[in-house]
């Protein structure tokens, strides 16, 4: 049973524009979130995290939403840059667990020029 | 240079067969960590270590056995590999959790396959 969902395995979106990658968890224990991404033959880089004090955090172009009653997170991208082409992978981690970190099953952005 | 280092970074081999895949940090973290990526299904943890005396099983351990040489060397055996053992394998560490921030850091991956 996954706790932590990606439930578009793929998004192509226009240089420029804006890119909305989501996410939903099942465990309301989950009180840090974390995005990362990858690109081919590399391991995941992290980008941005988020602890459930907050609902938003920003990063330069990155900013990471955070909606606790709806257990869903997002990461907007704006301005979508062809270099953004990767696999996105969102995780989060419960206290008391260790921080171990629970990983989605990514989604793909193709940013197109 | 890398922070975190994986060796080798490709592997072949045959059911049966022992085989190592090592990690190496620089980055001074306590905790390491051993995931492996299947299509799909993202990343899942198979072992991870607070330091040289603690190592702990993941979600997927069954088949892998760890050793912690040292803090910065942390290693992944499998001890007779089969073929759905054919996977991507990556390493990470992280700082204490008394450092405030729960980020892994992963090394480049060593892609194994088991025929």
């Known amino acids: 049973d996954q706790q932590v969902k990606q439930n578009s395995p793929s998004l192509s979106v226009q240089e420029g524009r804006i890119s909305i990658l989501n996410c939903d968890y099942t465990?309301?224990?989950?009180?840090?979130f974390l995005w990362y991404k990858k690109y081919p033959a590399e391991g995941p880089t992290f980008l941005i995290s988020?602890?459930?004090?907050?609902d938003k955090n920003e990063d330069g172009r990155f900013t990471v939403f955070l909606n606790k009653s709806a257990k869903h997170l997002s990461l907007h991208i704006v301005p979508s840059q062809p270099g953004d082409s990767a696999v996105y992978f969102c995780?989060?981690?419960?206290?008391?667990?260790?921080?171990?970190?629970?990983f989605g099953s990514g989604t793909q952005l193709t940013v197109l020029p | 240079d890398a922070d975190v280092t994986q060796t080798p970074r490709n592997r072949i081999t045959k059911t049966g067969k022992r085989i190592m895949l090592e990690c190496s940090q620089t980055k001074g973290h306590d905790r390491m960590y051993w995931y492996r990526q299947d299509p799909g299904l993202g990343l899942r943890l198979i072992y991870y270590s607070f330091d040289v005396k603690d190592i702990n099983k993941g979600e997927i351990s069954d088949g892998y056995s760890v050793s912690r040489q040292a803090q910065a060397k942390f290693s992944l055996s499998l001890e007779s590999a089969i073929p759905n053992q054919t996977a991507l394998y990556f390493c990470?560490?992280?700082?204490?959790?008394?450092?405030?921030?729960?980020?892994?850091?992963f090394g480049p991956g060593t892609r194994l396959t088991v025929t």
């Open positions: 995780a989060a981690s419960a206290r008391g667990s260790a921080r171990q970190l629970t």
């Open positions: 988020i602890s459930s004090i907050k």
């Open positions: 465990n309301s224990m989950f009180d840090y």
């Open positions: 990470a560490t992280s700082p204490g959790a008394t450092s405030g921030k729960y980020e892994q850091y």
